[in-house]
């Protein structure tokens, strides 16, 4: 009679320890496996929350001489975790007048007048991502927005156009109002107006005022700001896909060379993800004290059973060493036992550990956030099953090696 | 020659404190041989020595002319000898059947009827059984090993006077008409009256009491 055939009669005929075993090792691994599928579930959610959160950081460079270079932007865009949704801004000051050199008329009926027939220039590589347009409800009526490829163009309130007798394709020229002279020629490609009033109207300087902002191009803004015939800026904003990652990408960015980042000023966006991080990592952090808390028990419980049960079998070792059956086969056989105990419970678990999820998924998450939806993850299962047979089958080698150091002669005391 | 020589054999759990010493007898096959001595004289420790469950301190035990200890004392537990134990040693979760099975490949059927066995008790769980149909399971399963060897420690002490009395007479049986070589530890003079030769373990050596 081999090993396997020894197994499976002790299996089958001690029932009553076969059914404690395959519960409790049923119970334990379906724990485990839930556990799991929450903390795999609620990782996956929070990594879609984290990415949909659009968290980042704007590289401040204008105190920087001649700005960021394409170059720089280059470098930064090939970090890993920079996403290419990017903008690149300017602003200036200029004075606007026609091709004959005559000023042109601005909003001046309201606010701090410093300079005359002028306004705010804001450069962006692409107008329709600029704040303005995003949230101050900026709206195109008519022509085209800015895009990078475009060159010494214009982008005018409707009202300045219709003061000016302005129209798309037409010429304005822009002046700068302080330092060096630079005069650029710019041609209109679109019109837009504001939806909304600005509040501070009544106190702000007048080329603050919507009426009298005109949004250009990069290049242009270079031309003006630094005399310069490319497309250095000022300012980076700059999406990451992680915000987990965000400071670990600046520190990154911070080792490019060529750029004085202490002169930068960079700051973070990402006060939508600390206030959700909470919220998110409470979950995990219970989930994942609640499997080292489970794996803990069951590592424990097993090798204690194992063992106790293992020393009710000196008796039945020591009749097997007396009649020259090896220590070898008497381990296989109490591996095999356990396996064959083992093995449909980590099998069934999938089931009881499915039907078990719903349940909690239902009664408890729900209670806590609606944004998880947790199901049974086969590799989950697997990684239970797999590590809780090493345990076992380690439990078991444990508990039988002690046995078998028992001496051939304490046989007859036993 | 003898199937077992021992030779100036020697025990000591404590050093100075020999359980016997100066042992120096043969065993033949073929003959039961029975060893009497008060509790605690060292007879199961003996016979433990001959089984190659232990190494002796001093002098040696030699298999058909070979010492045991470079035979090998699992391969000699394993082919050489029998254990029969007092409390029957039988596995709870095996059948009769599959007791005898686990030591050796012979068809275990005709050897529980050999032992006295019916049809209905080899099937039965061996707990279900008495004492005494116990013990002969497991002489069934000493037997089934084909070992020319039989070391029985007590093997009667569980078991009332009739039964022991049966059980002596397998014993005698296996001897005589299966030519083992068959040794009994036993209290009982009357059982040790059966045998052909009967050893006394007394102040540490074994004395011949009766070689008929
Ligand atoms: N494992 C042991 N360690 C130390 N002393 C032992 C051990 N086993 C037996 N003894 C001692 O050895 C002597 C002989 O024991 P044993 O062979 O069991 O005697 P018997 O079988 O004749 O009753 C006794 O004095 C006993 O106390
Ligand atoms: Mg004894």
Redesign the interface.
Known sequence: ?NFIK?AY??TT??KLKTILLFSIILILSTLLVVCFSINSSSNMANANVRKGLKCGFTVNAKTLKNGLNENIIKQILNIDGITDDYTLRSYTIAEYRDLNNNKLKTKDDVGLKVYEHAGKVVCDNFSEKDTYFTEEGFKLISGEAITPEKKQVALIHEEFAKNNNLNIGDYIVLNTVEGKEISIKVQIIGIFTNTRKADTENYTDTTNLYQNTIFSDLSTASKLNYEQDNENCQYGDFIVEDPLELDNIISQMKNIEGVSWDSCVITKSDSNYENTKESLEGLAKIVSTAIIVIFIISIILIILILNLWTKHRV??I???L?????KADIIWQHITEIFIVAIPAFIFSFVTSSIATKIVESKLISSITNSIEISVNICDWLLVSGIGLIIILIATVISIYQITKI???D???? | MSILEIKNLKYEYSRGNPVFKNINVNLDEGKVYAILGYSGSGK?TF??LL????TPTEGEILFKGENIANYG??KH???NV??I?Q?Y??????TPM?NV???SKLPPKPILEKVGLTNEEIKRNVLKLSGGQQQRVAIA?ALA?EAPILLA?EPTGNLDEETAEGIMSILKDCSHKMNKCVVIVTHSKDLAKQTDVVFRLKKGELQVERNK
Do not use: C, H, Q, W
């Open positions: 009679m020894r009669l002790y005929r001690k008796y039945e020591g009749v097997f007396s009649i020259g059956i090896k001496k051939p002669r046989i007859f005391t036993i | 199961t016979l433990s089984g190659g469950l232990d004392l699992a537990r394993k082919d029998s254990f134990f409390s040693n039988l596995i709870d979760y095996l599959e099975s686990i030591a399963r090993s420690d």
